[in-house]
């Protein structure tokens, strides 16, 4: 897994409207349907809107074990973890779509209107011909400065390198600017720091050189990542 693919597979869920989400029923069976997203922002965790009085909400209260599925195209990701309710108002209000004024006629206070929030706990994906599985707890382990996820990177092996931490910001091919400034300012990563994205760290993930992130921007959303640590 790397810090690319990682990328590409959130772009996937935020450019899907719609995941299969699969719940658990009263006769433990999985039960999938379709269900569209609200403000998909990647993998780590995905809302979604239904009636508190339907089935969806009543086997997840019962049993909170979830997976869903995103698909466009050849790319699969289907994320299995947790889901739960929420009714509280602030949530509610936060996520209102003007379009779901066709099923709660009473607006985001609609009593019959609630949230779903599933929480992914580990990943199995196929996406652009690359496939990965992970916990989010190995995605969320801080692996360098930058947010470049060295367990993935092609040169582990080929030049032996033990990765950016270890290295404090010297890798074989020199000090790294980014990995020197973070530690002098303290930072475990990037994602500490107030001022991410800097321009040291756009130019690096955003930039058109080589060893650039494709998709651009790639490590500045794991540096994201590790900032939340649990994707809220």
Known sequence: MNANLFEKANKVI??????????????????VSTMSTIKPDGML?????????????KRIM??????????AGSDNITLVGSAEVLTDQPTKSRLWEDWFKDFYTLGDTDPNYCII??????????????????????????QSYCGLLCDGCSYKESHGCVGCLALKGKPFWGE?????CCIGKGYAHCGECPEMPCDGLRSMS?????????PPGARISVCRAWATGNGK
């Not at 790294?176 to 020197?180: L, Q, W």
């Open 14 to 31: 935020k450019n899907c409207g719609a995941a299969y989400f699969g719940v658990i029923d009263e006769d433990g069976y999985p039960s």
């Open 45 to 57: 965790v995905v809302y979604f809107s239904t009636g508190l009085e339907g089935n969806k909400a």
């Open 62 to 71: 019962k049993n909170s074990r979830a997976s869903i599925c995103f698909r």
């Open 117 to 142: 929030k599933f929480t992914t706990k580990r990943v199995s994906l196929w996406v652009d011909y690359e496939s990965a599985e992970f916990t989010i707890d190995q995605l969320l382990m801080v």
């Open 176 to 180: 790294c600017d980014v990995a020197k």
């Open 206 to 214: 955003c930039g058109d050189g080589e060893e650039c992130d494709k």
